[in-house]
């Protein structure tokens, strides 16, 4: 989702650790190490990487392009190949009976089944382009929080796992408990009570 959305769904994060000085070039290698990688003429399903803000199809993290004042600013991208049911259907059917019009034989077995399954998905992999999806982040590290620009689960379980790898700092996401949590006005003994809070069930008639 893209930062300049008429609407945007936004998950906040806390951000656990420290950056390794120099913080810019840090921040530019874990980046660029993990720039998203293109599958269009490979077998690969998905490809998880970081990608430029300005342009998400042309990553760049030369010169410090993704640093906006205070903030790093650049998106997250999930390129994703979708094969239809029916079209993998249509071509494993064709595939099938010519593997059984070459064997002179009526059945297929288990093995055979998945081996040509295989086969036809890896052939349609590498004709059918991959569906790109671009979520923005933006950075503040002298606060240490991050607004992320999706609240998909599967967007925000490979954001958590690509920075922790990228920059080797955690990702905590915030909500009502953690901003809680996470507060500086809190006494250590308040922070012990609010860890024994159990969830309330509300009970609805209906």
Do not use: C
């Not at 010169?63 to 994703?80: A, C, E």
């Not at 071509?91 to 297929?108: F, I, M, N």
């Amino acid at each position: 989702m893209s930062l300049f959305s008429s609407s945007a769904s936004i998950t906040r994060y806390n951000v656990h650790g420290k950056i390794e000085p120099p913080i810019l070039e840090t921040v530019a290698n874990g980046l660029t190490k993990n720039t998203i990688s293109d599958i269009d003429n490979q077998i690969s399903e998905i490809t998880v990487g970081w990608t430029s803000f300005e342009k998400p199809f042309q990553p760049d993290f030369s010169g410090s392009l993704f640093v906006y004042g205070n903030y790093f600013v650049f998106s997250l991208r999930i390129d994703k190949k979708n094969i239809a049911p029916k079209i993998l259907k249509k071509h494993y059917t064709v595939e099938a009976a010519k593997r059984l019009a070459d064997s002179g034989r009526e059945y297929l077995s288990k093995t055979e089944k998945k081996m040509i399954k295989d086969h036809v998905i890896n052939a349609l992999s590498l004709r059918i382009p991959a569906t790109p999806n671009i979520y923005d982040l933006v950075w503040n590290y002298e606060e240490s929080s991050v607004w992320f620009f999706s609240n998909l689960k599967a967007a925000n379980e490979e954001l958590e796992t690509l920075f922790s790898k990228s920059f080797s700092l955690s990702l905590i996401r915030i909500f009502p408990y953690t901003a809680a949590y996470l507060s500086a006005d809190l006494s250590d003994s308040q922070r012990d009570e609010l860890q024994q809070i159990s969830p309330t069930h509300v009970f609805n008639p209906g």
